[in-house]
């Protein structure tokens, strides 16, 4: 059976958008605490896959997943998944925003709830926890009514909480984006495909980004994102990460990671992976199919080839 770490406990958003794919459903899911272990049980082969967030609309990137994936394991992305986030803040029973001196949850959910703490308890303390369930889970274990921690709705019924507040989250179109990621291997292309990258640039090689963001735009490449990320060796020294659309099994994406790799101090690959999104698998058809009529055209066009040479 496949196995797959997320970043747990139960509870968390990492393990709903996890369930929202069929295909794993029946697979031995493991909670660990941080992403680091995530991607660690990956990389060591104690499991097959990992998932993890990466991304959110709000706060952006997830450094510690990012980073991981850059410099710390060469890991592969298989698939991504962006899911709605609607926070809440829940307390013991018995609690009231009056009585709350502390808010405890993971770094990113307290950033993406800034004027509703602001505005329902100025005075209280924001507490970092290694995730939002998991500040639930200590929260229900050890009582107190000084203390309210923000996390998904469905936490509260897992750990014994009361919701004081709903959708508290600062900006209601909140979303973020999970990868799920493996030791090796590239899915094949699906027609509605991104691709990850990481660039480290020639520090002697004067205007490196316009010559990197130039490869894609003399080929009619759409970039997703594009982030600088310090690469932990001094000031001033950068790497690139980039996502595109398109798959590395394209002629055109092949070729332009082709220039890159000859042109930048290094470029890794984070993986060519079937695109997010309810409108990717009728994208996804629609390529197939207009891959499928233009084979058709061009098979015709062969057919007419002479056997005869001049």
Not at 173 to 201: K, L, Y
Not at 255 to 283: F, N
Not at 292 to 300: I, P
Request: charged share 20%.
């Amino acid at each position: 059976m496949t196995s797959v770490a997320y970043f747990g406990p139960a509870g968390t958003f990492t393990e709903q958008a996890l369930l929202t794919q069929p295909d794993y459903a029946a697979v031995d899911r493991q909670p660990l605490p941080t992403i680091i272990d995530v991607l660690e049980a990956v990389s060591t082969g104690r499991v097959d896959l990992g998932f993890v967030p990466i991304e959110n609309g709000i706060e952006g990137t997830v450094p510690i997943t990012l980073d991981g994936l850059v410099f710390d394991f060469d890991l592969l992305i298989q698939r991504e998944v962006v899911l709605d986030i609607h926070l809440a803040l829940m307390a013991n029973e018995g609690t009231q925003l009056s009585d709350i001196k502390n808010v405890l949850s993971f770094p990113h959910a307290l950033a993406q709830c800034r004027k509703f703490l602001a505005a329902k308890v100025p005075a209280a303390v924001s507490l970092a926890a290694p995730s939002t369930a998991e500040a639930a889970r200590m929260l229900g274990e050890k009582p107190d009514r000084t203390t309210a921690v923000i996390a998904p709705p469905s936490a509260a019924a897992v750990y014994g909480l009361v919701v004081l507040a709903e959708e508290v989250e600062d900006h209601p179109e909140n979303q973020t984006r999970f990868v799920s990621v493996a030791s090796s291997g590239i899915p094949g292309p699906t027609g509605h495909d991104h691709t990850s990258i990481v660039c480290f640039q020639r520090l002697d090689h004067p205007g490196s980004l316009h010559s990197i963001v130039g490869q894609f735009s003399s080929r009619d490449i759409n970039l997703t994102k594009l982030e600088s990320r310090p690469t932990k060796r001094g000031l001033g020294d950068y790497c690139f990460v980039i996502d595109l659309e398109g798959h590395i099994a394209d002629e055109v994406v092949a070729d332009c990671l082709r220039d890159l790799h000859a042109t930048q101090a290094r470029v890794k690959l984070l993986g060519s992976y079937p695109a997010a999104g309810d409108h990717g698998p009728g994208t996804r058809h629609e390529a197939e199919q207009s891959w499928v009529r233009a084979d058709q055209w061009v098979r015709s066009l062969r057919s007419q080839i002479s056997g005869d040479g001049p």
